[in-house]
């Protein structure tokens, strides 16, 4: 470690610029991130909200939720076998709130669940961005094809689908306002799973995980590979990064390896000296490229969908580490392979 960090004093220009480069791409790798988590949550965070288990559609729905109605009988089927299943619906429709502004939204209509809001005939709870725009408790929202209005009960927060907020209304209104008394969806939690590890099959539908149910949305899987083949990428770059920076240094310095070798320092503890620069290389950049991105998270404006946790963090920053490791290592073959008096003779040309 003394012999790595005083190579990187006498160089500060050389290693400074690979610092540099590796700040920037590990900050836009978070940033980009970021953005793909919180697209994720706006795109579906009533569904990813949900626990694991298991959401069954109509067998002829061809996986599309709203192709699927469950009969009365399928309902009664599943109810009996699983009796803690919860049956939902989603629809998409808007509203023209108390200023006569048109608002779009996804209605969620759902059988009695600790899952989703409980919701009294003739109220609706919405999601919390919208109180952000203006509505308040007590407001009235209406909409021309209806012959009733809902009154606003209360807000929560983070329930959105397919990028509107959730609108949580009473199964009786839902069936007033589209004209349709049947459930498209229902879902089995893993933990109320009874009397076996698997999840119930029944006939007529297909089941889903819940990462399954979420490619079923429109433009969610698009969306998130999109932006993930974008994450993978930079961290391919930030490994061929190391990888090309420091064959270019071992190039340089093959005479002084050479001599290195020719007074009895072996071959493992150049590799180490070489890991030692990656490792504060890395860390430094990584330090400072968090800093910043969760400041930007933090400063960022409510209607911009950026999440990053401190999980994801930390996931990425080890994976950095390692795929630096790795470009650095494999960089430096040539030092093993270099014998003392041919890198000598090298160095005197």
């Known amino acids: 470690m003394k012999m790595a960090w005083k190579e990187m004093k006498k160089n500060k220009l050389r290693y400074t610029i690979l610092g540099l480069i590796v700040f920037l791409i590990s900050l836009l790798t978070f940033i980009i991130s970021g953005l793909a988590n919180g697209l994720s949550q706006d795109n579906a965070s009533l569904i990813k909200n949900l626990p694991d288990g298991t959401f069954y559609l109509e067998e002829e729905a061809d996986e599309t939720y709203s192709f699927s109605s469950l009969s009365d009988q399928q309902q009664q089927e599943i109810a009996e076998e699983q009796p803690a299943t919860a049956f939902f619906s989603i629809q998409m429709g808007n509203f023209i709130d108390?200023?006569?502004?048109?608002?779009?939204?996804?209605?969620?209509?759902?059988?009695?669940?600790?899952?989703?809001?409980?919701?009294?005939?003739?109220?609706?709870?919405?999601?919390?961005?919208?109180?952000?725009?203006?509505?308040?408790?007590?407001?009235?929202?209406?909409?021309?094809?209806?012959?009733?209005?809902?009154?606003?009960?209360?807000?929560?927060?983070?329930?959105?689908?397919?990028?509107?907020p959730a609108a949580f209304i009473n199964p009786n209104d839902f069936q007033a306002l589209f004209h349709t008394d049947t459930m498209q969806i229902a879902f089995i939690a893993d933990s109320a799973i009874k009397n076996t590890d698997d999840a119930p099959v029944f006939k007529g539908l297909q089941a889903f995980s819940n990462n399954e149910f979420l490619n079923t949305i429109p433009s969610y899987s698009a969306e998130q590979m999109s932006l993930n083949?974008?994450?993978?990428?930079?961290?391919?770059?930030?490994?061929?990064?190391?990888?090309i920076f420091f064959y270019m240094i071992n190039v340089q310095k093959l005479g002084i390896y050479g001599i290195l070798k020719a007074i009895g320092v072996k071959t493992g503890k150049l590799f180490q000296m070489m890991w030692a620069q990656m490792f504060i290389i890395s860390v430094v950049s990584l330090i400072l490229s968090i800093s910043i991105s969760q400041a930007?998270?933090?400063?960022?404006?409510?209607?911009?969908p950026f999440h990053l946790t401190w999980e994801t963090t930390g996931l990425l920053s080890l994976v950095f580490v390692i795929i630096g490791f790795i470009g650095a290592t494999l960089s430096g073959i040539q030092i093993k392979r270099v014998e003392p008096i041919q890198a000598i003779q090298q160095g005197e040309m």
């Open 229 to 243: 083949m974008i994450v993978i990428f930079l961290l391919v770059i930030s490994g061929m990064l190391f990888a």
């Open 296 to 304: 930007f998270q933090l400063l960022a404006p409510n209607g911009m």
């Open 98 to 164: 108390s200023s006569d502004k048109q608002r779009s939204v996804a209605y969620v209509s759902a059988s009695d669940s600790t899952y989703f809001q409980e919701v009294h005939s003739g109220e609706v709870i919405l999601d919390a961005s919208l109180e952000e725009e203006g509505i308040a408790v007590g407001d009235e929202i209406t909409n021309e094809q209806w012959d009733q209005s809902l009154t606003v009960a209360g807000f929560v927060d983070q329930e959105k689908y397919s990028h509107s």
